[in-house]
C-alpha cells in the first residue's frame, strides 16, 4: 500500500514506541492477574505454557499487529478496511477491528474497577491503615472493600477519569507526557521490592512454586488461561498495539522492536510473581487466593518492613500507573476511529467511550456484592467478562491477525512493511505465523471451549 500518514500524530522516536507499547503491556495483567492464575493453576508448570505462548504466539502475532498498524496508520476498524481493500480481499476482515472495538470496551469496563483497586489502596495504605496488619486483617480489609458498591464506584469513576484526561489530549501531549514519566518509576520500584522479597526466608519457595514444573498440576482449563494470557498481558487481538503501530515512525524495525516488548512485559510479570509469591510463603498465605491475591498479600509485608507506609503507597500508585498506561490503550483504538469516522473531536470521542465503559464496570462493581450470585455458565459478572475477554475474544482476534497477515497478505508486501530483511529472523517468524501461532490457537480454544 502506498505509505500513508496518520492524523493523530508519530510517536516522535523509536523509544517512546517502546515505551508507549511497553506501557499498554505492562499493567494490572502482570502485577496483578498473572500472579492470582498462577496461584490458582499451580505454579511452574503455567508459567512454562504462558512463557512458550508467548513466544510461540504472541511475539510473532505482536509483529503482525504493529504491522498492520503501521501500513494503515488509522484506527484499527479503518486500517483493516482500507488493507483488505488495497489486498483485494473479502471486506469483511474489517470484523477483526469491530470485534476488537468490542473486547475493548469490555476490557476496559472491569480493567477500570480493578484499578480503582489500586487508588484505594494507595489511599488507606498512606493512612496507615494497614501499619502493621497480620493477614487475617488485611484479607478483612480487602473484603469490606469488596463489599461496598459505592467505594468502589467512586474509584472506579476516578479511574475512568484519568483514563480519559489522557487519551482526550492525544497522542503527543497526552499519552507520550505520561508514558515517559511513568515506566522508569515502575521499574525502579520494582527492583526495590524484588530486593526487599529476596530477603524474605519465603523467597526461595516463591521461585521455586514458579518455575519447577510439575506437569500433573496442569489442566486443560489451566493451558487456556495461559493462552488467554499471553494475548492479555502483551495487549494483543484488539487493536490496542495495531492503533499505537499506527503511530509508529516509518525507519523503525518492527522485529526488534516488538521483541524487546516482549521481553520487557514478560521481566516484569516474572518479577511481580517472585515479589508476591516470597511474601505468600513466607507468611503462610494462601496462592490460589484469587483476584485478592496482591491486595491482601503486599499489606502484610508493607506492615512489616521499614518505611512500609511509605513505600507501600508508592507501590500501589506504582500499580496505578501501570494501569493507567494501558487503559489509554484500550481506549486510544474506538476514540481513533470516532475521531476518525464519525467527524467527533478527540475530547467528545473520549467522553463518550469513557461513558459506555463506565456503564459496563458497574456489572463488575455488582458481581462482587449485591449481585454476587448472579451467574452465567457458573460465573460471576466480572468472570464472564474476564473469561470472555482475556480467553476467547484476545485469541480468536490473533489467530485471524495472523491468518489475515500469513495467508491473505501478499508475501511481497509483508516482507517490505516489516522491513526485516529476508534472512533467518524473517523466516522465522513467517512459519511462526503461518503455521505455529494459528495452529496453536486453534488446538487450545477447540480444547478449552469443547
Ligand atoms: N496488557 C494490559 C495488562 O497486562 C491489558 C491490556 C489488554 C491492555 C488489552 C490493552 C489491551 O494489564
Known amino acids: 500500500m502506498a505509505e500513508q500518514s496518520s492524523i493523530h500524530g508519530l510517536w516522535r522516536s523509536r523509544w517512546l514506541f517502546i515505551l508507549a507499547a511497553a506501557g499498554s503491556a505492562v499493567g494490572l495483567g502482570n502485577i496483578w492477574k498473572f500472579p492470582y492464575i498462577t496461584g490458582e493453576n499451580g505454579g511452574g508448570a503455567f508459567v512454562l505454557v504462558y512463557l512458550l505462548c508467548i513466544a510461540l504466539i504472541g511475539v510473532p502475532v505482536m509483529i503482525a499487529e504493529v504491522l498492520l498498524g503501521r501500513t494503515g496508520r488509522q484506527s484499527p476498524i479503518n486500517t483493516m478496511t482500507a488493507i483488505a481493500k488495497d489486498q483485494q480481499v473479502n471486506p469483511a476482515w ?62 472506579h469513576s476516578a479511574f475512568m477519569l ?33 530486593a526487599y522479597a529476596f530477603t524474605l526466608e519465603g523467597f526461595w519457595q516463591g521461585f521455586d512454586f514458579l518455575f519447577s514444573f510439575d506437569l500433573n498440576k496442569l489442566s486443560s482449563d489451566g493451558v487456556i488461561v495461559a493462552l488467554g494470557h499471553a494475548f492479555f498481558t502483551l495487549s494483543l487481538g484488539l487493536g490496542a498495539i495495531m492503533a499505537y503501530g499506527a503511530y509508529m515512525p516509518a525507519n523503525v524495525s518492527i522485529g526488534k522492536t516488538v521483541l524487546l516488548v516482549g521481553l520487557l512485559d514478560t521481566l516484569v510479570a516474572l518479577v511481580a510473581g517472585l515479589i508476591i509469591f516470597a511474601i505468600v ?53 474506538v476514540v481513533a476511529w470516532a475521531v476518525e469516522s464519525l467527524g467527533m473531536s478527540r475530547m467528545r470521542a473520549a467522553i463518550v467511550v469513557g461513558l459506555v465503559a463506565w456503564v459496563l464496570g458497574l ?20 468472570a464472564t467478562l474476564d473469561f470472555l475477554t482475556a480467553n476467547i475474544l484476545l485469541p480468536l482476534g490473533g489467530l485471524l491477525i495472523a491468518v489475515f497477515v500469513g495467508w491473505r497478505m501478499k508475501a511481497s508486501d509483508v516482507q517490505t512493511e516489516a522491513d526485516m530483511g529476508s534472512g533467518v529472523l524473517y523466516a522465522l517468524w513467517r512459519v511462526t505465523l503461518r503455521y505455529i501461532a494459528p495452529l496453536g490457537i486453534a488446538f487450545v480454544l477447540y480444547n478449552g471451549l469443547k
Request: net charge negative; glycine share 10%.
Open 162 to 194: 484519568l483514563t480519559l484526561a489522557i487519551v482526550s489530549r492525544g497522542v503527543n501531549k497526552g499519552l507520550e507526557s505520561a508514558i515517559k514519566l511513568l515506566m522508569p518509576m515502575l521499574f525502579a520500584l520494582l527492583a526495590l521490592l524484588l
Open 94 to 155: 474489517a470484523g477483526i477491528g469491530w470485534m476488537g472495538a468490542l473486547s475493548g470496551f469490555l476490557i476496559l469496563s472491569f480493567y477500570s474497577v480493578i484499578a480503582g483497586w489500586a487508588l484505594n489502596y494507595v489511599c488507606t495504605t498512606a493512612m496507615g491503615v494497614l501499619d502493621g496488619v497480620s493477614a487475617a486483617q488485611s484479607g478483612e480489609t480487602f473484603s469490606a472493600l469488596l463489599a461496598s458498591p459505592l467505594t468502589l464506584l467512586f474509584w
Open 363 to 382: 456489572g463488575t462493581i455488582l458481581s462482587f456484592n449485591l449481585w454476587s450470585d448472579v451467574t452465567l455458565f457458573g460465573k460471576t459478572i466480572f
Open 281 to 333: 510463603f513466607s507468611n503462610g498465605l494462601e496462592p490460589s487466593a484469587g483476584p485478592g491475591l496482591l491486595f491482601q498479600t503486599l499489606p502484610v509485608a508493607f506492615g512489616q518492613m521499614p518505611f512500609g507506609t511509605l513505600v507501600g503507597s508508592l507501590f500501589f500508585i506504582l500499580v496505578a500507573f501501570a494501569a493507567w498506561s494501558s487503559s489509554i490503550s484500550l481506549a486510544e483504538p
